[in-house]
């Protein structure tokens, strides 16, 4: 064990060497830098851009543009990076994570990484954990990144998309992790390349990177919209679906689960619903609902795939024959059955989009954070992210003392304590920082200093502007401060006059978290740039963390030391360590569970690359999809053929070609069974093929502009992948939720996703294929298509 931890601080030395190298390099340009004009020095940008263009690389141009971000800021902002600065400048630039501690400067470390890779005007994101930081950020250093030329933009909630899109078009864009994500998702459902907002992902810099990366990692972005249809078309279609008759007005294929309808169905649906062409592109969600009151009618039976009991259609298990409680047949197919059978019709609020933090953020051709405490983490960033954490060494040796952890046996006597420790310091004019975990016990404290009449302020996660003016007083004589553990991140508690000499800050924990991380993160609000400054964390066996953990242990180690009574206290190292590992194991479940989150997501990851590039493309195309349409037709043909010629030739099924032929593709007077007749499986083929060939030279003979042959082509295409997607995502989600139930089988529920998963993608892309020839082949081109 001491070997490895051996290893683990010297590779820590080593890499601080190195990185020490590069910025003594800076360095070395600082006194020819100073003498420069600001003319000059601002001249350096376009300079700079221009040697980039001519082949240099970023990290050639490194020493010299750290060197005029450092120069500059000391002009514009009076501020001048130390030399860990430099050195954690360029962790970031080099795609890792700077481990640097409270009151370091970030903010300002940050200024050089981003301006040298904005030098390659692909735009450099800078990630803020909530808008207040974002717009402060981008204020103060903006000014800086203006003076030197580059431009800076702010992407918040209320903007518009035109906002948005020119404050992605900035060199430098300052926005929340949640904006981005859900910008990436809307710009995803676009039917015009014009209305997308975002560039393609190059740089992003998180600040506070464990808060989004690692605390925020379990929760996925969701965009969810009311399910396509009303409750009116279910039971209209419905209704005439029960006027058909199988054979006349409908074909059936029970092996591959489709109804289509014959000629005579098509007319009768037109006269029914009032329309002259029942496969126009305007009326793709009436014949997705017709499709499915189909299936409904005549290929679900009810008592064998479904069962109605308590005004709901519940869905059996085909092999088990159990009833699937929550499941819902997605696609609108639950509401059709719902239709069938007369009973209440639930509308469904519908996943149209979709992904997890991690999965955004690995979308970056490079991606760097930094933090005041990410070693905790170090392996998961590692694994997930492929970025090390680098501790920077600080600009001035830490002097704060941190007191071992004391323990009281009730939480009312460690309250009593810790409000007893406040009077004594309050009484000295120390200030104080109180640290919670729930802002109920934020607010009990603050109760209890009520009614001993210490002046104190409040401060919840509820409010981010207010939040920084308080965290800035909250080192002045005599403050006291109880804050909730998340609160404060982003703003430096600077001491007011006369503290250092009463012992700085001193920082209070009312109970540890179930995270080190977050508590070393309110340790570190003390003790900032060389200050003085205390802390300690008071713990009782009542605490959440002691009651789900070694709580034995430690009231077995009690009795042991013989502690009884209601005022017992114990200070020791050993309860801090009993309790860090207690913590560890915490972290080791909440990292399971993350890492369990991203395994399930990343089936959907592959599945949306595919569907967004493709997606991507048809959106991109200048001159025809001709490319994209006619392979579609092409793999439809011979699924339909294959499946229906298998075996002897007098088992064939050339029936069912024909039907599809009709229904898909052609006017019955086309085609004939005679045309059929003694052909092998590939000469059926080629002859739908050539059909479909015909048919896509008639429809560019009917537009002479080619422009509105690609809008009617993308709108055929779009309209039928965005359909088919949401839904897909849908039934995704709902596999996902029910297949942990496959672990009490024996079986690995994550094989089983991925298995599903991959077979439901299958699927899905038969039917956009199918959806889109049937569209193409039958819509009439109207001469003003809009997507």
Do not use: C
Not at 177 to 203: C, H, S, T
Not at 517 to 533: A, H, K, T, Y
Not at 722 to 749: E, V
Request: charged letters at 30%; hydrophobic letters at 35%; a negative charge.
């Amino acid at each position: 064990m001491a070997n490895i931890l051996r290893t683990w601080v010297e590779s820590d030395t080593r890499e601080q060497k190195r990185l020490s190298k590069i910025a003594d390099k800076v360095g070395s340009y600082a006194e020819e830098y100073r003498q420069l004009s600001d003319e000059e020095l601002q001249a350096k940008t376009p300079a700079f851009k221009k040697r980039y263009q001519n082949g240099e690389t970023l990290d050639d141009l490194l020493p010299e543009a750290f060197a005029v971000a450092r120069e500059g800021a000391k002009r514009v902002l009076g501020l001048y990076p130390f030399h860990v600065q430099i050195m954690g400048g360029i962790v970031l630039h080099e795609g890792n994570i700077a481990e640097m501690k409270t009151g370091e400067g970030k903010t300002l470390t940050a200024t050089m990484p981003v301006y040298l890779n904005a030098l390659a005007g692909e735009g450099v994101h800078v990630v803020t954990v909530n808008e207040y930081l974002s717009q402060r950020d981008a204020t103060e250093m903006g000014e800086l990144y203006n003076w030197l030329g580059l431009t800076v933009g702010v992407n918040t909630t209320e903007k518009d998309a035109d906002e948005k899109r020119e404050a992605y078009a900035a060199d430098i864009t300052y926005s929340t992790n949640g904006e981005i994500g859900f910008d990436y998702l809307r710009d995803n459902m676009v039917a015009y390349k014009e209305q997308m907002v975002q560039r393609p992902l190059n740089f992003a810099i998180v600040d506070e990177v464990d808060s989004i990366l690692i605390d925020e990692a379990r929760t996925p972005l969701i965009i969810s919209g009311q399910s396509s249809g009303t409750s009116d078309l279910y039971q209209r279609t419905d209704r005439f679906a029960k006027t058909l008759h199988e054979g006349d007005d409908f074909k059936l294929d029970l092996e591959t689960k489709t109804v289509s309808l014959t000629d005579q169905g098509i007319e009768k649906a037109e006269k029914y619903f009032n329309l002259k062409n029942l496969y126009d592109t305007d009326n793709t969600a009436l014949t997705h609902h017709l499709d499915q009151a189909l299936r409904a009618n005549f290929i679900m039976l009810r008592d064998k795939d479904y069962v109605v009991q308590d005004d709901e259609v519940k869905i059996v298990d085909s092999f088990t024959g159990r009833i699937m409680e929550g499941r819902r047949f997605s696609d609108g197919l639950h509401q059709a059955l719902e239709a069938k059978e007369g009973v209440t019709i639930n509308e469904e609020s519908k996943t149209m989009a979709t992904i997890t933090y991690q999965n955004l953020f690995r979308m970056y051709k490079k991606l760097a954070g930094m933090t005041g405490t990410a070693k905790t983490e170090a392996e998961e960033f590692r694994e997930i992210y492929n970025m090390e954490v680098i501790s920077v060494p600080t600009n001035k040796p830490v002097v704060r003392v941190d007191h071992p952890d004391v323990l009281y046996p009730t939480l009312e006597a460690k309250f009593e304590a810790v409000v007893n420790k406040i009077k004594e310091l309050h009484k000295k004019g120390q200030p104080m920082l109180v640290g919670t975990v729930a802002v109920e016990t934020s607010e009990y404290l603050s109760q209890r200093l009520d009614e001993e009449k210490i002046p104190h302020v409040v401060l919840n996660a509820k409010n981010h502007a207010k939040e920084a003016e308080i965290v800035a007083n909250a080192g002045q004589r005599g403050a006291v401060t109880i804050a909730t553990n998340m609160a404060g991140r982003g703003t430096d508690i600077k001491l007011g006059p006369g503290v250092v000499e009463l012992g700085g800050l001193a920082v209070i924990g009312t109970e540890r978290h179930e995270s080190r991380r977050i508590d070393n993160q309110l340790r570190g609000r003390s003790g900032r740039q060389g200050d003085p400054g205390l802390s300690q964390f008071y713990l009782s066996l009542e605490d959440d963390l002691m009651r789900r953990f070694g709580s034995e242990k430690i009231k077995n180690f009690l009795e042991h030391l013989n502690v009884e009574g209601e005022d017992a206290v114990i200070r020791s190292r050993m309860i801090t360590k009993q309790v860090e590992s207690a913590q560890k194991r915490v972290e080791g479940n909440n990292y399971d569970s993350r890492k369990n989150v991203l395994q399930y997501d990343d089936v959907m990851r592959q599945q949306r690359e595919v569907i967004y590039g493709e997606r991507r493309e048809v959106i991109d195309e200048q001159k025809d999809l001709k490319w994209v349409i006619m392979p579609m037709i092409e793999r439809t043909i011979n699924r339909i053929v294959d499946l229906h010629t298998q075996g002897e030739k007098e088992d064939w099924d050339l029936q069912t070609i024909l039907d599809f032929a009709i229904s898909a593709m052609v006017s019955p007077d086309q085609i004939s069974l005679e045309d059929f007749q003694g052909k092998s499986a590939d000469e059926i083929k080629s002859m739908l093929m050539g059909l479909a060939n015909k048919e896509y030279k008639e429809k560019q003979e009917q537009l002479y502009d080619e422009s509105q042959m690609l809008e009617f082509e993308k709108v055929v295409i779009l309209r039928v992948v965005d359909s088919h997607w949401t839904d897909h995502i849908d039934i995704m989600d709902q596999l996902r939720q029910s297949i942990g139930l496959r672990g009490y089988g024996q079986q690995n529920p994550l094989v089983e996703y991925q298995r599903e998963g991959y077979k439901m993608f299958e699927e899905m892309i038969a039917d956009i294929e199918y959806d889109a020839t049937r569209l193409f082949m039958k819509a009439e081109i109207r001469q003003n298509m809009q997507r």
